[in-house]
């Protein structure tokens, strides 16, 4: 059960560990409201239910069905309250936007001089630590100040803010743009995929250079290079470009190691830069940087220097994982990585609440992969299962495309000839609908479909005609994209040469080493 279907207070009372759950109470004790309060019996009877039952929270006689919601959403307050004051959480945004509050208070009892001052030191952090947007709504909040108390002591202070005012104003409008063109092009990437035709190319191309703002790189800070490269290898990764995905990637890694204090406050974007250069590494082969750089990000995600809560723990999980997989397929290990698999379900079950639903189908689609390269068909078809019979996956059309492309091949494999039929008329019915056949996909399903009207002694020629048609869409700029979801070719070369998938694969990965 995702956290859809899942009440928000129960979700986040499972969420808190058990350190959390002791400052809870401690929170409540110091609040002097009696320990059998109301919302504290309702913490406990969650804090000790395997799931949300209304009916058991009503028949416990701790509050009325009409007093029900409030008490939950009284009660969901008190915990962020006190997960606020948890030292964990005490990041450099929350410290200043404490400052902030406390600023507005003296500033609201007439104490301008301690509010300024408060406001000073806060500003000169935010501006530090990049946090643009506090540092200009502090800069505002001086503004106001300065037209009740004029700061004799300054010379041109009016001046110096407005300056202040107008250069954080015109870098945070520049963010704003360019992380709304980021965004934008991510939601292209999990809608549809790749550039599918010239006129997808065109359509991506004429938006990003619409949208793209002008700029002076000099004139940029660290968070308006990060969402600037962010865009670029969005666009990158759309065209199919990934030796300029490669390039972009590199460009946000080494943002954070020329700012190492970054690394702690924008853990997230951290992670995720790492894994963005890990697939663009993966998409060019480039196998021996693949695994140092897997290494390196692991040791740094494991170490005491980086920060660590749930949605690290959580992105931490997917991302290694997925990468692990990512490098055994490089190298044609399936066999070897098969260890990962009971990691990764176990890890999904612990993590479900915090990941989405594409990000999982993937997890599946990569295990699927792994049986299939080590000729365990039947397993490749339970994890594919799992994403076509998903109801509630709108993304990635064309992950859905070829997990039923990948379906049909193992099911012909696993010589299950009734469900074969069954699962081409589903595929095509899926296909049209979406409107995404390509031309290595219908020369596939083409295939598979007169299977069953091919000799035996007349298969290898089948395999081999098949080979070739498919062999020259290898570098075609839209149709290549097959291949970087099923190495067919690898599939049909060992039919070809009588031995396993697996070590055409390796053998392949052996020749590209560099």
Partial sequence: MTNLHKDPLFVLVKSLSKSEKRQFKLYVGRLGVNTDAKF?????????AKQYEEAVILASGIVKKTQLSNLKAHLYKQILISLRLNPVNQNIRVQLREQLD???????????????????????????????????????????????????????????????????????????????????LYAMMLKVGYARSDEDLNKI???????????????????????????????????????????????????????????????????????YLLESLFHVKYSSQFKETLDHMEAVLQSDFFPKNDNISSLSFLYLNSNKLNLHFLEGTFKQGLYLVQAINYGIDKHQDRLDQHHIMLLYYKIACLYFGVGDHKNCIVYLKKIIQNKHLKMREDLMCFARVLSLVAHYESGMDYHLEIQLKSTYKFLLKMNDLHAVQKEMIVFLRNLGQIYPSDLQDAFKKLHTKLKVYEDHPYEKRAFLYLDILSWLESHLSGRPVADIIREKALSNIR
């Fill in 40 to 48: 504290l019996a309702l913490f406990n009877l969650l804090d000790r």
């Fill in 102 to 184: 406390f600023a507005t208070i003296l500033y609201q009892k007439g104490l301008y001089k301690q509010s300024l001052k408060i406001l000073e030191k806060a500003k000169t952090l935010a501006i530090e630590q990049q946090e643009k947007n506090i540092a200009y709504e502090i800069v505002e909040l001086e503004k106001v100040i300065e037209t009740q108390y004029i700061t004799r002591s300054i010379p041109d202070r009016a001046q110096e803010l407005v300056t202040q005012s107008s250069r954080l104003s015109f870098e945070n409008n520049m963010a704003s743009k360019l992380s709304n063109l980021s965004l934008e």
């Fill in 205 to 275: 191309t004429s938006y990003f250079d619409k949208n793209l703002p002008e700029y002076h790189i000099e004139q940029l800070g660290f968070r308006e290079k990060l969402w600037l490269y962010k865009a670029h290898l969005w666009y990158s990764f759309l065209t199919q470009d990934f030796l300029s995905s490669y390039k972009y990637a590199s460009k946000w890694v080494q943002l954070f190691a020329d700012q190492k204090d970054m690394i702690q406050l924008h853990p997230v974007f951290y992670i995720k830069g790492n894994n």
